[in-house]
């Protein structure tokens, strides 16, 4: 699944069938494109506005592109919330609860979701439409509460279920609903199991032609997942899963990390039979990690997918597919882990460029080594041999690696030289802002 709406980062045609391409070369069988609104709806001509909307010819292109590639084109969209997109227009504001999240039981919204669903009948053969309704939390706390006083959110939230899958099933369809928000409002919280013998009274009020999908991402553990997966058949059986690699929030991949989840969530979901699975590569705040530099969690996952587990056997056959060895491309997730440290999930590479050496913010995250740190991951960045498709991906990392270099303690530096009166470190400082003016010109054009 890409995310092709978030930080307005729609994919263009060449771009997306250039990537379905390489998901059909590795056996893939199903894609998806998340869609906020980033598609045209029929009679909304503000809806995906100004934001790269695929067209309905577009949408039918890619379609069949999927088709001819033996895979299923599943639409992706949203029916609840995440619809920030939408807000900026008056034509919606009478349809919003609060935030981004629709107003439930306006007719008027119902008509909005009835006319997606006409534009994807139209360029979609699936019987599969992925509805969202993902983390609405604060539902009917906003107009619905003005309108109609304080209400049982997890009736109405299942109120608007059964509206949507009406709609759906005009259409012959069956919808995908996340599963985080029964977990949020008939349970402990969104990332807390529901006991086994929880109130299923909303549950089964649930109409047919509704499935719910699992999606957990940030604990690279086998009992985490399983508890999850085991958790959300209780809302419906054969719930759906759907992992993620790690691209949100950051300027640079992290692949070791994905790595490690997508073997953990593959051997939950074979422990439970699940049939269903897919990874989501999301855009969050920016959507400024490109999508390709994700590609050795895509195949690995792949390869899992048909068995293959041997270490050793997955690098060859990536590097006899893609032409670049798989050490090489690992390389790209150096910004996050400077010199080799592990550091999670804190994203360096994005603070730290992001960093305001006057104020300091994130200065304390420093440990002094990473103006070298950065240096060797630029040097190493630079040594991986040239390759014409995916050489820009190394040229983007090494450039921010460069930036990074005089940047990641600038402010650090600044603040010791300034409070010891030193002005011949300042002098020396001010030629180091000159520096990093110049590498981020460099790493803006990479």
């Known amino acids: 699944m890409f995310d092709v709406s978030q930080g307005n980062a729609a994919f263009n045609m060449k771009t997306v069938k250039h990537i379905l391409r390489r998901c059909a070369l590795m056996g893939l069988n199903m894609a998806m494109l998340y869609c906020e609104d980033s598609f045209v709806a029929q009679n909304q001509p503000y809806f995906g506005y100004m934001r790269g909307r695929y067209s309905i010819a577009e949408m039918q292109q890619i379609n069949a592109y999927c088709q001819a590639k033996g895979m299923e084109l599943i639409p992706n969209i949203q029916t609840l919330a995440h619809l920030n997109g939408i807000v900026r227009w008056p034509a919606y504001i009478p349809m919003i609860d609060q935030k981004d999240f629709l107003l439930v039981g306006d007719e008027k919204?119902?008509?909005?979701?009835?006319?997606?669903?006409k534009t994807i009948s139209m360029t979609h053969t699936s019987k599969y439409v992925h509805v969202g309704m993902d983390e609405a939390v604060g539902l009917g706390r906003g107009k619905y509460q003005d309108i109609h006083g304080i209400c049982n959110v997890a009736e109405m939230f299942v109120s608007h279920i059964k509206r949507v899958a009406e709609i759906a099933k005009k259409y012959d369809k069956t919808i995908l609903v996340w599963g985080d928000m029964f977990h949020?409002?008939?349970?402990?919280?969104?990332?807390?199991n529901l006991p086994e013998d929880f109130d299923r009274t909303i549950c089964d009020q649930l109409p047919d032609n509704v499935e719910i999908v699992c999606w957990e991402y940030d604990k690279p553990t086998v009992e985490f997942y399983d508890g999850r997966i085991k958790s959300h058949n209780r809302i419906r059986e054969n719930a759906w899963y759907t992992g993620a690699f790690r691209t949100w929030n950051a300027l640079t991949p992290r692949n070791k990390y994905s790595l490690q989840h997508i073997k953990a969530v593959m051997t939950a979901c074979e422990m439970n039979g699940v049939?269903?699975?897919?990874?989501a590569i999301w855009g969050n705040d920016g959507a400024e990690c490109a999508k390709y530099a994700m590609l050795p969690s895509l195949f690995y996952a792949a390869q899992l997918y048909k068995g293959i587990t041997d270490e050793e056997q997955i690098h060859r056959a990536f590097e006899e597919k893609f032409g670049i060895s798989w050490d090489n491309y690992m390389l790209l997730d150096l910004p996050d882990?400077?010199?080799?440290?592990?550091?999670?999930?804190?994203?360096?590479?994005?603070?730290?460029?992001?960093?305001?050496?006057f104020l300091g913010l994130m200065d304390s995250t420093l440990d002094g080594t990473e103006g070298s740190a950065y240096a060797l991951c630029a040097k190493k960045l630079n040594q991986v041999p040239e390759n014409k498709t995916y050489g820009y991906l190394f040229k983007t990392q090494k450039t921010l690696a460069e930036v990074l270099e005089i940047k990641a303690d600038l402010g650090d530096r600044t603040r010791k030289a300034y409070e010891s009166k030193d002005l011949q470190a300042l002098q020396e400082i001010i030629k180091?802002?000159?520096?990093?003016?110049?590498?981020?010109?460099?790493?803006?054009?990479a």
Not at 109 to 117: G, P, R, S
Not at 275 to 279: A, E, H, K, P, Q
Not at 337 to 357: E, Q, V
């Open 109 to 117: 919204v119902y008509e909005l979701i009835e006319d997606m669903f």
């Open 275 to 279: 049939r269903d699975l897919f990874f």
């Open 184 to 192: 949020s409002l008939m349970g402990p919280g969104k990332h807390e």
């Open 337 to 357: 882990s400077p010199n080799g440290r592990d550091l999670g999930l804190y994203t360096a590479d994005k603070y730290l460029l992001f960093n305001d050496p």
């Open 432 to 445: 180091d802002y000159d520096r990093v003016e110049e590498r981020l010109e460099v790493f803006y054009k």
